[in-house]
């Protein structure tokens, strides 16, 4: 790169971080924020390139924030330093939307329920199973993983979440799990775990609100699937 370059590339950098200051994140474009992140951890080359680049692939900030680190690395220009930032910003973001969202913890509408599944598993690679304990109103007790990766494995999870559940004195159980590679259709596992842990929490005085299935923009809801559709285990 030749002097003057330089200075025009620097002069560029400096006058985006004086927006951001004087404007706030408000006043910038999704791609233009993701110009001014990657200044930290790229110092020379043209981030804004590079934004574009990765807006073009994932399409959105959400859709970014769910790949993972080796699909990130594919876009030219992102390297290891970049990847941890990225994941890093995502992670601090979604602690600080955890902080603000403790204050309302009814999950009384599918709504809330799917913003709160949404929430829990953004940005996962991999699939994660929770179990949120709650009262008789809806108002939640606890948030626990119960299980993460490949799950084959039903009555492991059905006891975990069982002796949970007595332990935190729960009346109602709710069941969410993500799939990362997309889609909601529940698979025969997820159906048999459902009417599993279903039966299970009857014997002990709770009930099972529902299990749901997201994938970041659709979602399944198993327990009314198999209401409505009479799926019996011998299926």
Request: charged share 25%.
């Amino acid at each position: 790169m030749r002097n003057n370059d330089k200075s025009v590339h620097h002069g560029h950098r400096k006058r985006l971080k004086k927006k951001f200051a004087d404007l706030g994140g408000g006043a910038f474009d999704d791609h233009e924020l993701l110009e001014l992140l990657l200044f930290y951890s790229i110092p020379r080359s043209n981030t804004n390139e590079i934004a574009h680049r990765l807006m073009e692939r994932f399409g959105s900030i959400n859709r970014m924030a769910e790949a993972s680190s080796d699909e990130l690395k594919l876009v030219d220009g992102i390297g290891d330093n970049s990847v941890a930032l990225l994941r890093l910003v995502l992670m601090l973001a979604k602690r600080y939307a955890n902080e603000e969202r403790r204050e309302v913890k009814r999950l009384n509408s599918i709504e809330a329920i799917v913003d709160y599944a949404n929430f829990h598993t953004m940005g996962a690679v991999r699939e994660l199973v929770y179990a949120v304990y709650m009262d008789e109103n809806l108002n939640v007790i606890d948030t626990n993983l119960i299980a993460s990766g490949t799950v084959n494995e039903v009555r492991p999870m059905v006891r975990t979440v069982l002796e949970l559940c007595i332990l935190k004195r729960s009346t109602a159980v709710l069941i969410f799990h993500n799939h990362p590679n997309g889609g909601v259709e529940p698979s025969h596992d997820d159906i048999l775990f459902t009417k599993l842990i279903e039966r299970e929490l009857k014997m002990i005085g709770s009930d099972l609100v529902e299990h749901i299935i997201v994938d970041g923009k659709d979602y399944f809801a198993v327990k009314n699937h198999i209401k409505n559709t009479n799926w019996c285990q011998s299926h």
